[in-house]
């Protein structure tokens, strides 16, 4: 059995000398005093600094190496970060802004391989040779755009799960949400030597959503533009809106940094900084904190949490000083300010440019039971979009078109159901299921194809294997990786969905799957059959075994298994991931609790909850139950989790939100009463206002063992104010009658508020809407936002006769809806009963928020919809 265990290397291996002369020479000793300090601490072996190496290319190494988080020490190479570090020197002598960069923004926004939670790759290399000579000949500013326009060739949005994709993996599906998109971008703007940086919102504060986008240094002055989203200058995207209602916009960077903006944080990895200036206006307010008795508590966390997905959201931490006072710069709405020590736990509402100063009193404790109703106001926002020519627009809209040929060219590459059906009858694969897993895999489906192909005598497991896998997952997993999941998982005497998904399935939580089985069976081969009959020695080694490290890993990002044991030292979520991945190789059926994030292995008919803390003794969870009872309110039928309500447990005075599934709602999860763990709850209930105000209530509230307690879901309503009512998905495509081609709502509406109608031709209630609509012609043409009316069928339109409705608003279109999907969809989001009744009319937005929704026959129609219109933000 090989010894994976790594042993420590004396500091003078590492040529001390030579990196003690660079630094002298740069002045930067801090880099080498962390870089010291560090590898002295962990006692790692790196054996790229016993290589031959340039002054430039040791002090960057040692840069990085310095500051980079557990995991990218141990899964990735000294190979990997040399090559990383030669073509950002390339990059820096070849490019023709390479000069002018400062040492500051390359060292910090150029040099570093990470962006932000993102799997590493190669894409430096990759990125360079295919970007150099096409920016080479530009300014600096040019070459962002054309780095962007770039982009959007390779990738487009679509969302997805919480994983960030490499940017290699983005490319290769052509898509990837916004927090992939800019990672990408990122990662391209940085290969050819431009400073970049992934700002992000952690979320809203005026709509349930976050976006993430990017930064770049052009010329001694930081830039925004949309990730993959060409605009023709800079400082232009479809969110300069959005961004102006903002409460927090921030960006990590890596090491330790100096720059002029605000810092709201610092730690080992990276320093946090605090850009919502750049966007939105802002105001300070100071915080002190105090216990029930009035002493002032120092050196304690303070949440700043706003209102998102019906949970009040810690969108920053900061920490009081020793007199118990905290500061923070944030955006001018409201949030709410937690904080709690030793069990006791206090909170405020904050209005930010209101409040300059506020006390908060860690005043509750366990067993505290209230309700409190908070109006949740965001910032009112404006609209900076810089002012751009016709012609800028038109060239860009031009250029936009061809990108989407050449990824839709390269997409079209991909296998078609057809092909892929014949493939899947050659090798006795069922069809369905082959069609549904390589369509998925995308730009990956080689590799899935390959994998069961390769898979003979056990396809029927491998294609099982791939099942219970998330998409994203058949989009980025190498075909070594599931091969080891398949011929080395265990056995059993019973093989149904419940053994892939908690035994073969390699993901535990958000980590990139590696292959582990393989390793930890050789690694633990002695001990194997005494940890698969007992787990809870499996356990005890973990527990003895793995140490925690609560400062090198500021992110939470997943070390993957073989690495947690070959250091012996990680975070507790990788711990966790690593008890889990090691029973699994064993033949134990593992997990992680979705909704509790509870580690858990199977044993004796239930699971049974894991507890790794080596300093705490395991205790017996007691269980009771939650009921919550609802009144409806206006349509509202049936509330649903992370739009309507979620439910956090109260864990040292601290909020730990329930992770249901986003499919729960109130009668799903309960009605009937739901099992939870004995303890202290908030239930967060929240009404969002189409201005972005929020009516919420929170509901302090115990849950006993043995017992079933009952509370309200209490869904508050202001009948005059809009509200949100529901959701529609902006992205859904129908056919536009005058393009003569199919589109996307959001194509023909761009950023902002519409109406979408579903007709009937040629009926009573259809000919008074659009009547009604006519006779509003120049408030609905003020108002300027577009009105897409929809058809059920070709035929339907042809039977409809526009020269009835000439005095139509300028902003209508008139399109087709097949399959009938759209017309579903409203009528599934919006209950209406009687889908077959027309028409129907909703005003949504591009956040995918409905506000208005009428169906049948209406009497002045138009004059409704300006009156919801007129209290629109």
């Known amino acids: 059995m090989k010894t994976y265990k790594l042993r420590s290397l004396l500091l003078a291996l590492m040529g001390w000398g030579m990196v003690t002369a660079v630094f002298a020479g740069t002045g930067n000793v801090t880099v080498e005093q962390d870089f010291r300090n560090r590898m002295d601490s962990l006692s790692v072996y790196i054996p790229i600094f016993n290589q031959p190496l340039s002054n430039e290319e040791r002090e960057a190494l040692m840069f990085l190496y310095a500051y980079m988080p557990l995991p990218d020490l141990t899964d990735y190479t000294g190979k990997f970060y040399k090559e ?191 850009v919502t200036a750049n966007y939105a206006s802002v105001s300070p307010v100071q915080i002190t904190v105090m216990d029930k008795d009035g002493n002032p508590v120092p050196h304690i966390p303070v949440h700043f949490k706003l209102y998102n997905y019906a949970e009040f959201y810690s969108a920053a931490i900061r920490t009081t000083d020793a007199g118990g006072k905290v500061s923070f710069s944030a955006g001018l709405g409201d949030c709410l300010v937690w904080a709690a020590k030793d069990g006791y736990f206090g909170f405020v509402k904050c209005s930010m440019g209101k409040d300059n100063r506020l006390i908060l009193r860690l005043e509750h404790q366990k067993g505290y039971s209230g309700t409190l109703e908070l109006d949740v106001v965001p910032p009112a926002g404006g609209d900076n979009t810089p002012v ?89 997993t190498p075909v070594n990786v599931l091969k080891d999941h398949l011929y080395n998982t265990l056995p059993a005497d019973r093989k149904d969905e419940f053994y892939y998904r908690y035994v073969m399935n390699p993901r535990v939580s958000n980590e990139m799957l590696t292959s582990y089985k393989a390793f930890f069976q050789e690694v633990l081969e002695r001990d194997l059959e005494r940890m698969q009959a007992d787990p809870e020695q499996w356990i005890t080694f973990c527990k003895k075994n793995i140490r925690l490290d609560t400062d090198w890993n500021p992110q939470n990002l997943c070390m993957n298994p073989d690495g947690v044991w070959k250091l012996r030292r990680t975070d507790a979520h990788s711990r966790d991931i690593f008890f889990v991945a090691g029973a699994r190789s064993m033949g134990i059926a593992a997990r992680i609790d979705e909704v509790t994030g509870k580690v858990q292995y199977y044993a004796g008919g239930a699971w049974q909850d894991v507890d790794l803390d080596a300093e705490k003794a395991r205790v017996s969870v007691l269980r009771g139950k939650l009921k919550l009872t609802y009144r409806q309110v206006g349509r509202l039928e049936d509330p649903k989790y992370y739009t309507h309500f979620t439910v956090s447990k109260i864990e040292d005075g601290m909020l730990v939100l329930q992770n249901y599934p986003e499919s729960g ?46 509370a309200a879901l209490a869904m508050r309503e202001d009948k005059n104010d809009v509200q949100v009512i529901g959701s529609f998905n902006s992205e859904d495509l129908y056919y536009d009658i005058q393009a003569e081609k199919q589109k996307s709502v959001l194509s023909t509406t761009d950023r902002g508020y519409f109406i979408i109608g579903l007709l009937t031709p040629n009926t009573e209630p259809t000919n008074h809407a659009l009547n009604d609509i006519a006779a509003c012609k120049e408030d609905f043409e003020e108002w300027g936002r577009s009105i897409i009316l929809l058809f059920a069928g070709e035929d339907d339109y042809r039977r409809f006769r526009a020269d009835d409705f000439k005095g139509m608003p300028s902003t209508v279109s008139y399109g087709i809806d097949p399959g009938g999907k759209i017309a579903g969809e409203i009528c599934e989001a919006m209950n209406l009963k009687d889908r077959t009744s027309r028409p129907v009319f909703i005003i949504a937005d591009t956040f995918n928020r409905v506000v208005f929704v009428s169906q049948g026959y209406t009497i002045g129609l138009g004059e409704q919809l300006m009156n919801v219109i007129s209290k629109l933000q």
């Open 84 to 274: 990383n570090v030669d073509y950002s020197l390339k990059a820096r002598r070849e490019m023709p802004w390479g000069a002018i960069v400062p040492e500051r923004e390359f060292r910090h926004f150029v040099l570093p391989v990470r962006v932000n939670n993102e799997n590493l790759d190669e894409s430096r290399k990759v990125f360079y040779e295919e970007l150099k000579d096409r920016v080479k000949g530009l300014s600096m500013y040019d070459a962002v755009l054309e780095v962007n326009h770039w982009c959007h060739e390779k990738v487009t949005y679509k969302p997805s799960d919480s994983r960030t994709s490499s940017p290699l993996a983005s490319v290769r599906t052509a898509y990837g949400r916004c927090g992939e998109e800019s990672t990408f971008t990122v990662a391209a703007l940085r290969a050819v030597g431009i400073p970049a940086r992934q700002v992000y919102t952690p979320r809203w504060a005026h709509t349930d959503d976050n976006h993430a986008w990017v930064e770049a240094w052009v010329d001694g002055k930081w830039y925004f533009l949309g990730a993959c989203e060409p605009e023709p200058v800079l400082n232009m995207a479809w969110f300069n809106a959005p961004a102006s209602r903002g409460m927090l916009m921030h960006t990590k960077v890596f090491g330790r940094y100096g720059g002029p903006e605000d810092v709201m944080s610092v730690n080992p990895c990276y320093t946090e900084i605090n």
């Open 388 to 476: 751009v020519t016709e012609e800028q627009v038109m060239r860009n809209k031009e250029r936009f078109a061809y990108e989407d040929s050449v990824r839709n060219a390269y997409v079209a590459t991909f296998p078609t159901e057809e092909e892929i059906r014949i493939w899947a009858d050659s090798l006795g694969l069922e069809a369905e299921k082959s069609v549904a897993l390589v369509i998925a895999s995308r730009g990956n489906h080689e590799a899935i194809m390959k994998f069961l192909e390769e898979a003979e005598g056990r396809r029927d497991d491998a294609l099982s294997l791939l099942q219970v896998l998330a998409e994203k997952d058949l989009r980025d």
């Open 665 to 710: 709602t109130w009668k799903n999860l309960f009605k009937e009463g739901a099992d939870m763990d004995a303890g202290d709850y908030l239930l967060v209930t929240g009404t969002r206002m189409a201005s972005g105000k929020v009516l919420s209530t929170l509901s302090f509230l115990q849950v006993e063992a043995g017992n079933t307690v009952s």
